[in-house]
Every structure is written in C-alpha cells, then in structure tokens.
C-alpha cells in the first residue's frame, strides 16, 4: 500500500544516481539508475514517462477492446459494434494479404485516368477527401483574427520525408535519410508490381518533383510564426495566386462549396505548385500522386508493404528496428479513427472524480502563482501586465475528457474490410470538418483524446488541456508527494499556460484573436531577453554533434523555464497551507525539481535524436531540465549551486523571463 505523501509514488530514491552530483547534470543525477535499468523497448524510438504511461494506456484500451471482442448481439451501429469491427479487421493480416493491392484500386484508376491540369486537380480534392496524397492539404479551424468563426486553411504538404532540409542539405546526416529514401520508393514501387527499371524511373521523377516542392516550401522556423502563415484571401485572389488550379472546382470537390474566404498558410507555396502543374508533364505528376498514395496506404494493405514502409520511418528515421505487434498496430488504428468512442470506453473505466478534484486545486494554485508572477514583471509595462491578467483569467480549463463525445452516428464499420473501414472513417470525417465551415466555433471542442499522454494550450481557444491520461503517476498522482505532483504535472500545466504568454501568445488576445496586445517595448524587452535562452540552448549538442537549434526551439524553451517557475511558486503557495517536511533527506524544495526532472526522464536511439533535434521545437530531454535548472535561482538555492559546479551560469548569462 503507498501512504499519503510518500515520495515513492511518482519518484523512487533508487531511480538516482548518486555518483551524478546534481549541480553538475541535475537530470542524470534525477534519473541515471533508471536510464540504465530501462533500456528502450526493441520496437520503440525511446522510452520514458511519456511513453511508459503510453503503454499503460494501451493495455487498459486493449483490456477493453478484448471484453467486447467475442460478443455476441452487439448492436450494429453501436460503439462497441464499431471499435471491436474495426480492431478485428485491421487485425486479419491474413485477409490483407490475401487481397494485396485491391483495396487501393479504384484510387489508382482514379489516377490513370488523369489527363490534364483540370481533372489532376479534382483527384487532388478526391484524395484529400480521404486523407490526402496532393502536395497542398486542406483544414478547417478557427478564423485566427475572428474567433467565433471556423474558415477553411491551405496548407504546404507534398514531402514523403519529414522536413524540406533532407531534400536540400548535403551533410552527413540528410544525406544518410536521402540516400535511404530513394532506396525506399524503390522497393515500395517494386512491391506494388513495377519493374526495377520502372521503379528506378519513378524514383528518379520523384525525387525530382519533391525537391522542387521542398524548394517551395516554408523553413519550420517561419512555420512557428503565426504572422507568417495568415494570409486571408477571396476565391478569386487565390485564383490569381494560383492560377493553373480551378479553386472553385477544387472547393467543390473537397465539400468547401460556396465558401468565400480562404487562409492560405503559405501564398508562395501554392504559386510555386501552381507553376509546377503547367511546367510538370500530367504523366510526371501521376508518377509522383502514385507514389504518395501507396506509400500513404502502405500500413494498411500487406505484411511486405508494412515492413518495407518501416524499415525507412521507422528505422531510418528513428533506429527501431523490430516492429510493434500487430495487437498494438491494430488498436492505434482504432484510436486513430473512433478516438472518441475509444475515449468515452477509457474515461468510464479509468478515470477517477477523485482526480479531477485534486488536479483543480494544482490549476488553481498555478493561476494563483501566474498573477503573482505578472504583476512583478520587471520588464512588463504596466497596461500591458493588466492585460495579460486579463487574458490569464479569460483561460478556460479542460480537464479530463470533453463534456460531449463525438458522435459517430451513420458511420459503416466492418468486420472484414480493414481498408474500406479506413476510407469511410476518412469520408466521415471530412464531412464533419466540412459541417463546421457552417456553424459558430465550438468552444467545448477537445484537440486531444482523453486518452492521450499529453497536454496543450490553444490560442485561438485560449485554452488549456489536460486529458484524463497524463493525470496519472508518474505526472500526478491523487496519493503523492505535493512536491513531486507540482514539480511534474504543475511544471506542464505552467509550460502550456506559458504558450499564452510567449512570442506568439502576444499575439493573440483573452477571446483568441490575432491582436497583438504587448507595446513595442515589451516585445523589445521580450526579445532581448529570449536571445540569452536562444544562445544557451545553441550551445547543446547530440550525437554526432548535431547542434540543438535554439531558434527552432525558443517557443517551447520559454514555456518549460516558465512553466517550472509558475510551479514552483504554486508550490509554495501550497506549501504554506500544509505543513513543510523532509522525505528521504530531501527538502520540499529539492522534492520539487525531482519532480520536474522525472516526468523528462527518457532514452532516445540516435537516429531519433538526430531527427528530433533537427524537426521537433521541442529540445531533447536532458536539455528540458538542466537548461531551465541552470537559469533558476531557485534552484541554485535548493541544491548550493556554486560557481565550479557545471549547470552554474554567470547571473548575466541566465535567462529570466516569467
Ligand atoms: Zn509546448
């Protein structure tokens, strides 16, 4: 039995390393008898907390499927009819086999028939109506300068590999990915019954046309700016950008028919694919929409496409080198498709009440600690800290699961059609992402499963979410250790709200509207003060030498030093209600950065550190905890930091911004 507020729940003493000191690398010292004892599974990238809870949330979705699995007389239509369908079909890799490239057929007929610019177009829309394959996708959300309203966005896409610098580098590490690519497309096309001469053809028509769209494509830093990416235009202006598409056809097709107004994300991008479809043969582009198809279909039609699409995303890009079981490949499919019946089964079965009330009172200390934090800003102008207590107050919390599930009524599942049950999800969908072009914005709508380990903040909602899965041990847990809940799930609830709060969050207003509400000297200040984080995480490296890109990662940087500093100010608020005390030798103070330093707890392969570090805005574990510890007078406090010791920074070279 655990006791209350024994530190073993969440944080375990034996977890340390003690040969570490902790002002010289504060995680390893956290976390390096359990970096060794937990080596990353075979068919993992890494594994820590987020993952380990991951898993524990996969054998309790399976626990459930598997109840229902053998049951009779289950209503067609109903959600245990179509998760337990579903899982059943995708399941039956000898049906799959069996029935190889069929399923895909009328796609492909789709394709060969194209014969000019016109009818390429309309098969752009026909296959994003089914999750895509094109080099632009389509999405609709709120209109980001009016957020009571959903508007359709256009979005650059098109790029089999996961950023455009693998197309246009040639160091060691982009030309290792590229170099594997093109053998990928290869034995995929070979698989799919093209001849090596044919497939080396392709191959090199592929690469070709990816290239340029990777040319055309926005870097991933510029992504991150909202500015950047808002570009509100009529029909006929997007005509004029893009001329070679007929957008009124395109809408029509996609089920956007008869909207006015448009966000293209990224203008040049679409011009650019618009000088592509008249300067690229129609037979050129049928070569590359095959490709995007089959690759795309890959995971859901046979075992030899399955493994030859693993071998490069997840070899390749991540160092996995076996497969997970097809039990777990079938149940991610379902949590892909009826995520909301699958959450609503979870929340029932694992959620506690007990839990929702323990994690309010963390929220409300954070708020607590948030406002205080504000109104000291040192480099803040006051109408503009007002403003940002406005905004903090205007936050709407989720906490757990959404109020109202997502409905699934009229969707066909079937027991024996892996890929049809596939495409219906995707038409379905499509229609509900359409239905909203019409309606108000839902403010109740959930971005997240319930059964997601994760959490996130929105601007345009201008809220924060925490599913019902990452409320459990290691995060947070009903039975811990204040310290140890504060320091790991306040942490993360202080890093979303901090996203309101940072470069991008100045941008958006309490009611989610683009509206920039800093004056110009608080972003300069904000800005003078980022460049010392940027500079810092700059000068972290991982394998190979591969530098961390503080540019790429500063949003999230700013949120994980300020979501530590919120927390731990709440904890203090906490603290003075209960009563202090030592656990294992430790002060609630030192309890608190365990805390912190635990939930980031994770082995990576290199080959995903590699990838991680070169498209993730989020920096490798290690640098997530002795970057912001380093900064923290708090921490300096807790543990005698001292110059000499290695996380020690000059005052003038720490970073402070909340
Ligand atoms: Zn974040």
Same mark, same amino acid.
């Given at each position: 039995m655990k006791k209350q507020n024994d530190t073993r729940d969440g944080f375990n003493i034996y977890d340390t390393d003690t040969n570490i000191r902790q002002q010289d690398d504060f995680y390893h010292y956290t976390n390096g008898k359990w970096l060794k004892n937990n080596p990353i599974p075979l068919h993992e990238s890494r594994w820590g907390s987020f993952l380990m809870l991951h898993y524990d949330t996969e054998k309790k979705l399976h626990t459930l499927i598997t109840d229902i699995q053998d049951k009779k007389n289950l209503k067609v239509g109903s959600s245990g009819q179509m998760v337990r369908d579903f899982y059943i079909s995708a399941l039956d890799m000898k049906r799959r086999n069996e029935l190889g490239m069929k399923p895909i057929a009328p796609f492909l007929n789709l394709i060969k028939k194209i014969k000019d610019v016109q009818s390429l177009v309309l098969t752009f829309a026909r296959l994003e109506r089914t999750g895509g394959g094109g080099p632009f996708g389509i999405e609709v959300d709120q209109d980001m300068k009016n957020s009571e309203k959903y508007i359709l966005y256009i979005y650059q896409s098109g790029l089999?590999?996961? =950023?455009?610098d693998y197309y246009l580098k040639n160091d060691v590490e982009s030309l290792r990915v590229r170099n594997a690519y093109e053998k990928h497309i290869e034995a995929i096309l070979i698989l799919s019954g093209r001849t090596k001469n044919e497939a080396k053809n392709d191959r090199e028509t592929i690469m070709r046309m990816e290239t340029n769209i990777a040319k055309a494509s926005m870097t991933k830093e510029d992504l991150r700016d909202v500015d950047k990416t808002y570009h509100k235009m009529s029909v006929s202006s997007l005509s004029r950008t893009a001329p070679a598409v007929n957008w009124n056809l395109f809408l029509k097709e996609v089920g956007a028919e008869g909207v006015r107004n448009i966000v293209v994300m990224q203008p040049k991008f679409i011009t650019a694919i618009s000088k592509m479809l008249k300067k690229e043969s129609v037979e050129d582009w049928k070569t590359y929409l095959t490709w995007h198809l089959i690759d795309s279909a890959a995971n859901s039609l046979t075992a030899k496409l399955e493994k030859q699409n693993f071998a490069f995303?997840?070899? %390749?890009?991540?160092? %996995?080198?076996k497969m997970k079981p097809v039990w777990r490949r079938a149940l991610g499919s379902v949590n892909d498709n009826l995520d909301g019946l699958l959450g609503e089964l979870y929340v029932k079965n694992y959620f506690s009440q007990q839990a929702k009330k323990k994690i309010k009172e963390v929220v409300d200390d954070l708020f607590e600690a948030y406002e205080a934090r504000i109104k000291n800003l040192d480099w803040m102008s006051t109408p503009t800290k007002r403003k940002a207590v406005k905004k903090l107050h205007q936050i709407n919390r989720k906490l757990g699961y959404p109020d109202k599930w997502k409905s699934y009524r009229g969707l066909t599942i079937s027991p024996h059609d892996y890929f049809g049950n596939l495409i219906h999800s995707a038409l379905f969908e499509n229609k509900r992402k359409m239905r909203r072009l019409h309606k108000p914005v839902d403010r109740s709508e959930w971005f997240m499963r319930a059964q997601t380990v994760n959490a996130y903040y929105s601007f345009g909602m201008n809220d924060i979410v925490f599913p019902a899965a990452i409320l459990q041990s290691p995060f947070f847990s009903v039975d811990a250790d204040d310290a140890i809940n504060y320091g790991a799930i306040g942490s993360v609830i202080g890093h979303e709200i901090t996203h309101g709060f940072d470069d991008q969050g100045s941008k958006f207003n309490g009611k989610g509207n683009? &509206?920039?509400?800093?004056a110009r000297s608080d972003s300069e200040q904000f800005t003078k003060k980022a460049k010392v984080l940027i500079k810092q995480f700059n000068e972290y490296t991982v394998a190979d030498g591969i530098k961390v890109n503080g540019q790429l990662t500063l949003g999230e940087n700013i949120a994980d030093l300020g979501g530590a500093s919120i927390a731990f100010d709440a904890y203090q608020i906490r603290l003075k209600k209960t009563a202090r005390k030592d656990i294992d030798g430790f002060t609630p103070e030192q309890r608190f950065f365990l805390g912190f330093a635990l939930v980031e707890r994770e082995n990576e392969r290199s080959e995903a550190q590699k990838t991680h570090v070169l498209t993730d805005p989020h920096s490798p574990s290690i640098f997530r905890i002795n970057g912001p510890a380093s900064n923290l007078p708090e921490f300096y406090e807790a543990f005698s %930091? &001292? &110059?000499? =010791?290695?996380l020690y920074r000059t005052p003038k070279s720490r970073a402070k911004i909340w």
């Open positions: 089999g590999m996961p =950023d455009r995303y997840g070899t %390749v890009l991540s160092g %996995v080198t683009r &509206k920039t509400w800093w %930091v &001292k &110059k000499g =010791d290695r």
